[in-house]
């Protein structure tokens, strides 16, 4: 790729004491792609968002954003940053646009209409002058959000962005976040530990566990790159249709549940399988193929639920 | 990049939009207007002659001096002190202030500057640990401004609160004293002696000194509880330890006041009064050292909640 990232994190590390959390971690994210930052509770991504926008110092390794350095550059560097690290704590005792009012004074250039577009964009624009006390969790997304775009920042750090959004809510950003990225060229950083999240929302996924990038990839050639797949045939009698496989595929796993026969099996053998079943004269009454989910890569590159 | 006067206006912005800011100085208001009450309730009729009185403690202290031999220094000038100023009222017809005139009530309402430092101690100490418990300093921090001058903005703003209600608690005691004991010795003049001259000076500039002074060991404890609460990130220890430390911290002094090494601890040098009217704790210490004292624990402590502040990880 020619194009220059928004973000180029080297060699991170964080020692705390004598343990290191995150161990010479890095990557790059583009402008205008959306980087998914995957991994299970305690893995830490929470520490790598807190290092990349200055929370804490890091032990070793650089964060360049746009092209300066957040270790050395603070201001020009975080300037171009907006985010939500955990989950979006605002004043409670004010109103949200009070709130959008006090972080737009710390930067310069955010005028009044440009707080007024970001307030209809998050669509809170109803609300907007009531005080943040009263707000939903939805509601305090849409604002943290709002606080985080005030700027027009190349890059967003978003920490967890669908936490207590309803199913609505979740689409409507997740659409944002796409247009945002397509339409004026934002790289956004979203971690989560939900996988269907990302593979939703995401053009590229890094899973970190236990501090260490585990693996980098788009997230099409992630669940495409192994081509077998899992198919279920719905058949009867199930004995004869066992037999009928096995005699034909001896390589291929087969798992039965009732009526259900569920063969891993290449994509292009399916109409094999079914010609053969038929001609054993076993009667098919469906066939349902699933392809493997991000999730399944995900618990295969982790190694399962092994947390910290 | 962000100017330090935006980031003054939102740390205002957050102190001011509380309710429990207003209560306090709305409790401020109040406490002026119960001395108010019990001042005019207990106001004595004092139809006693002031001349005669004057005279009395001229003689009086005349005849202590006389046989002063081995009396400390201080008491010696205190009492040609009073001299002097009795005879020059005797001289101009300048009648000391009543006990139930504006000007004394102002000079009781002085009491209430501790009251202030209570509430500044109070805010001082939220002012960074708030941010911590209400989890808004992780989108505080990741701003275009450094975190010396965030802190430094809230520091500013922790003083100007001071300053407010120290101008609100001025304004309050002048109207409700007025109100209540009459405006009729606004014009009487304050006496100073100094250097064996006495000399007229306005009372309402007397008062504002007085309120200087009075608020030197606010300042002390307000920065004392804005270091606690950099360090300790937490409001509640800040203040009670700045506000137990403000009550016990003169008495402790005082117990100790034996040791010569006394003379260093802060609560030994917060009341610079003394050097006007009255005797220091330890008879070594002039103005000037206190001052110094003063100085150094103020940069430490500062120091201190730069430090922190700057430098920690702000983790969860």
Not at chain 1, 119 to 126: D, N, T
Not at chain 1, 144 to 166: F, S, V, W
Not at chain 1, 228 to 240: K, Q, R, T, Y
Not at chain 2, 221 to 238: C, D, E
Request: net charge negative.
């Amino acid at each position: 790729m020619s194009v220059k990232p928004v973000v180029q994190i080297r060699d991170l590390t964080k020692v705390i004491g004598k343990k290191t959390i995150i161990d010479q971690l890095s990557f790059d994210v583009y402008p205008g792609e959306v980087f998914g930052f995957l991994g299970p509770n305690g893995a830490g991504k929470t520490t790598t968002i807190r290092m990349m926008v200055g929370l804490m110092r890091m032990t070793e390794g650089e964060v360049l954003i746009d092209g300066s350095s957040i270790k050395t550059d603070y201001e020009n560097a975080i300037v171009k940053v907006g985010a939500i690290v955990e989950n979006p704590e605002m004043y409670k005792f004010l109103t949200g646009y009070q709130n959008l009012v006090h972080y737009a004074r710390m930067v310069k250039g955010v005028s009044k209409e440009r707080i007024q577009e970001v307030v209809q964009l998050v669509g809170l624009q109803g609300r907007i002058n009531e005080k943040v006390k009263g707000y939903s969790l939805g509601m305090r997304q849409r604002l943290g959000l709002a606080q985080a775009l005030l700027h027009r920042p190349k890059l967003l750090i978003l920490d967890e962005p669908t936490n207590g959004l309803d199913p609505a809510g979740i689409r409507e950003i997740r659409q944002y976040l796409r247009t945002l990225a397509r339409e004026e060229n934002v790289a956004v950083v979203v971690s989560s530990h939900l996988l269907s999240e990302i593979e939703l929302m995401c053009d590229r996924i890094g899973i970190i566990q236990s501090g260490k990038m585990v693996d980098v990839q788009r997230v099409n050639d992630f669940v495409k790159n192994d081509h077998a797949v899992m198919v279920s045939f719905e058949v009867d009698p199930v004995e004869h249709a066992i037999h009928a496989v096995k005699a034909n595929f001896p390589d291929c796993e087969i798992e039965q549940a009732d009526r259900k026969l569920t063969i891993k099996i290449e994509h292009e053998l399916i109409p094999e399988v079914t010609a053969v079943l038929v001609e054993k004269g076993v009667r098919v009454y469906g066939i349902q193929s699933s392809v493997k989910t991000l999730e399944d890569v995900f618990l295969e590159v982790t190694g399962g639920e092994q947390v910290v | 990049m962000s100017s330090m006067v935006h980031l003054i206006q939102n740390e205002n912005m957050k102190i001011y939009r509380r309710v429990g800011t207003w209560v306090m100085i709305g409790l401020v208001v109040a406490a002026v207007l119960v001395t108010a009450i019990f001042t005019n309730m207990n106001a004595s009729d004092e139809t006693s002659n002031w001349r005669t009185d004057a005279e009395s403690t001229i003689q009086q202290s005349e005849e202590t001096l006389k046989d002063s031999e081995g009396m400390p220094k201080a008491f010696k000038n205190s009492q040609e002190r009073s001299i002097a100023i009795n005879e020059y009222r005797l001289e101009n017809d300048i009648p000391p202030l009543a006990s139930d005139s504006i000007w004394s009530f102002m000079d009781s309402s002085t009491g209430v500057v501790s009251l202030i430092s209570i509430f500044t101690i109070i805010i001082g100490a939220g002012v960074i640990a708030s941010e911590y418990s209400w989890g808004t300093i992780k989108l505080l921090l990741i701003r275009p401004a450094s975190r010396t001058k965030i802190l430094a903005s809230k520091f500013i703003a922790t003083l100007l609160f001071a300053l407010f209600s120290l101008v609100i608690l001025y304004i309050s005691s002048f109207i409700i004293g007025g109100l209540f004991l009459g405006f009729d010795a606004v014009d009487q003049p304050y006496l100073t002696y100094s250097g064996g001259e006495v000399s007229e000076t306005s009372m309402a500039v007397h008062y504002i000194v007085e309120y200087a002074l009075a608020s030197v060991n606010l300042l002390m404890m307000v920065t004392f509880a804005f270091m606690l609460s950099s360090i300790f990130r937490s409001s509640s220890l800040a203040i009670g330890l700045a506000i137990f430390l403000m009550f016990t911290g003169s008495q402790l002094t005082f117990i100790l006041s034996q040791y010569d090494w006394v003379k260093y601890i802060l609560f030994a040098n917060t009341d610079l009064s003394v050097y006007f009217d009255g005797s220091p704790l330890i008879e070594s210490m002039t103005l000037g050292f206190s001052l110094v004292t003063l100085l150094v624990y103020f940069i430490v402590f500062l120091f201190l909640s730069w430090l922190l502040f700057t430098k920690r990880d702000v983790a969860a």
